[in-house]
């Protein structure tokens, strides 16, 4: 058998964890699913990853570390007869599994993890069901028949598992979940994040603002695009380095060339320190979000921030950097030239978040307090 992990406080030991997931691509949840997975699996916990539709870059690294990765055939095809056959085989196939594997916990990530994870884990008998949201209910369009759905899978689920206290409030206010429900375990950044790195070559006289996000509409890049036109034109140019890709590439890019601000497109780094390393500021001009990972990675990196006060931004902020309001692009280019115009105030903004992230974002204490909740779960459910 394989080894197990004692939680905090004498709770019940964690044997084996199964999580679930749409897929390993590069988003924020998906590098912290593979670091939880990892570090667990170097406990002595049985880890297995669940992926609904398809692999990612993560899944080399998670089977080297010893962790399985089950790939289960769900298709994101139109709800048609031959695709409704397929996920309805595939959802006996994720039963199935569960019941092979007999995880003592089964933690589940995002909608649609938790929307098919949950029912499954209770026909599969599978002890402990955790939830994890990862964004703003309110926030979200979703469809209306969804709502009773979630209403309904609030119930069957032990647990629901957050990463900022704001994304609590708002499962709690607007989805009902009880707050005995409800645990906030932020997220964790390895030991590398916080070593220094050589800096990025950028060719450029002017400041440097870097921003790591995917290139989507929520992330508010169309705001950060004005905001550096408007710097421009109060004759406080910067140069504005664009990290990551998406849908919202190519029209960013006209409103790039139709602006004349000096920003440029990195694309996808696997990498991100440094650009931040060369950062004067940070920005992440979010419309809507759950806990940062840009956010925390500027944090460990010594740089200071602007950010909107957005999903849990400002419980990581506080008063360690500059918040501004959402899609709001003269307040966020006054952020910037705040920090530009004020290296003192900046480099003890930049200081007071690096001690704070330090405390508490380190990845150990991301996996203890995983730990603990799933055993504590676990001997709440060996009690009844």
Known sequence: ????????????????????IGHLGMGGTQRQLSLLARELRGRGVEVHVLLLSKDGPHEPELRAAGVGVHHLGFTRRPPRPRAAAENARAFARL????????????????????VLGAPAARLAGVPVTVAGRRNQSRLERRRRWLRPLEGALNLIVDHVAVNAAALAEDAHTADGVPTRKLSVIYNGLPAPAFDPVEPEQVDTAFPVVVCVARLSPEKGHRVLVEAAADLARRGRPCTFVLVGDGPERGRLEGRVDASGADVR????RGDVRGFLARA????LPSLSEGLSNA????????????????????????????????ADPQALADGIARLLDDPVLAASLADAALAWARKNLGLDVM?????????????ARRAR
């Open 367 to 379: 996996v203890d307090a995983h730990l603990a909740l799933y055993g504590r779960l676990l001997e």
């Open 1 to 20: 058998m394989e080894g197990s992990a004692t939680a905090a406080g004498g709770r019940a030991q964690v044997r084996s964890v199964a999580f679930l």
């Open 95 to 114: 039963v199935g599994l569960l019941r092979r594997l007999r995880p003592d916990v089964l933690h589940a990530f995002l909608r649609e993890g938790y």
């Open 265 to 268: 497109f990195a694309g996808v």
């Open 280 to 283: 004067d500021v940070v920005v």
């Open 295 to 326: 956010v925390m990675e500027a944090m460990a990196a010594g740089r200071p921030v602007v950010a909107t006060a957005v999903g849990g931004t400002a419980e990581l902020l506080g008063d360690r950097g500059i918040l501004v309001p959402a």
